[in-house]
Structures are given as structure tokens and as C-alpha cells.
């Protein structure tokens, strides 16, 4: 088991006790020469910048937005449900047009509360074409409607702009499955209850659907988005865990599949 475990995880120092993974490498979210480190063996929840706090799916998606749009920093950019850490702050911070919103379902939509404007991504406040990025990470798993939000992301996207987010993709080997539905503001789970933790609700998000690598296909379904899936694994870069594809869907004039390559320069 050591060996094999060795053997995919490379520079790993197996010092002390409860250490799983620890590596120097450069962070994409702070952009330092840091320690990564995990103590546990389930890298997507522990695997920390030792500097900035951030997490792999965090500098994969980072990774991803320099990658296409490495001029984000002067791009219009909304994300929705922000947390308080690597991403998101960067995002913030750097960003000169950065809109944050949340999700409170209990105040009144399209006003803004602490800082964020309160947004139902199925039906949102925002006019048509007004961003050029939407980042959503860990948000879409937990949408009721996915077909609806990604008609009103693609709506407030500029033409050549993306939503790009993490999902996880926990059916690898099985199609998408429903996984709890809302019946009159009532969640009813159709398999076993599954809840993860929520920024502005300490009750949790109930998630709503398993998602697969169908994904892309059935985007392509509700929405014109162009839309691709990148998996990155790069210890240099701390980018090594379950679950770290970036979706990368972008609003083109014309609908062509895997076309977001055009438009570089
Ligand atoms: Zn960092």
C-alpha cells in the first residue's frame, strides 16, 4: 500500500505521523512559493496552501481562468456564493468589476445585503450580457433547475465569455442522477440525505443532483453554451484531488462544440 500510494502521490514526505501530503510548489491562488499539505487522505478538503489556506479545486479553477482569460483582472466577473478564502478573495481583491452574490431565499431578490446581491441563479436580477465571467465553485450541485440557470448565466454573459465552476462529478462511471427535488420549499430526498456545508446557511445545502460526465451533453441541452471539461493534476501547482474538473461553458456567436480555443489573441 505505501509504495502504491508513493507511487501516485511522487514528492510526498511520509515524516510525521498523520501526514499524508506535503509538497513545495508555487500556489495559482496567492501566487507564492508555498508548503502544500494534508493531513488526511481526502485531498479535496485538506490538501492547504500553507500560505493562503486555498484548496486544489480552488488553484485548478485559478489554473483554468488564467488559462483562458488571462485578463481577468479587467474583465467583469460575478460570482456566485463566494467563500471567505484562496479564489474567491483573489477574485475579489484583484478584480476591478467584481460582483458577489448569494442566495437568500428568505430576503428580497435582486438587493444587496452585507455586500452581496441577492441572486436566484434560475432568475436573475441581472441584465442581458453584463459579465464577462460568472464563477460558480461547488454551487451547481445544489441548483433545483440546472436547465434554468444555465439559460440565465448564458443571458448576463457577454458574448466570448464563460461561466467557469467546479462541480464535482461524483457518478464517474454513472450517468447524472436526481438526487433530492423541492416540492412547495419542502426538499425531498430520492436517495440517501446528503447535505453540504453553506457560507450563509448553517442548516447546509441539500444537494440536488450526482452529477456525471454527461454533464457537457446535457448543458449543451438547456443552453447554447460551448461547453468543455478540464481535469488537472499538477502537484507543483497543489492541484491533486478527487472531484477538481473545471466546466468551462462559453457564450459564442456561433454554437460550435469544443471551440474555445479561437479567440486567444
Ligand atoms: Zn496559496
Known sequence: MISYITQIYGKMEMGRKNMFLKNYGHC???EQDTLFQSNEIWLRDYYFCMNCGCLPRERALM????MFYPNWRELKIHESSPIERGASIKLKNECKNYTASQFWPDKKFGKVYDG?????LENQHFNNDKFD???TQDVFEHIYNPDKACKEIYRTLKTDGAHICTIPMVN????????????????????????HGNPVDKNGSPVSY?????LCFLI???SNFNTIMISIDNIDKGIRAEYNEIIVMKKEKRSRPFSIFKNRN
Request: with cysteine; charged share 35%; aromatic share 14%.
Open 28 to 30: 495559482p491562488c496567492c
Open 63 to 66: 489554473t483554468v481562468i488564467e
Open 172 to 195: 464517474k462511471d454513472k450517468p447524472t442522477e436526481k438526487w433530492s427535488i423541492k416540492k412547495n420549499d419542502e426538499i425531498i430526498f430520492l436517495n440517501e440525505p446528503e447535505d
Open 220 to 222: 449543451q441541452k438547456w
Open 133 to 135: 465571467l460568472v464563477i
Open 210 to 214: 450526482h452529477y456525471g460526465y454527461d
Open 116 to 120: 452581496f446581491y441577492n441572486i436566484d
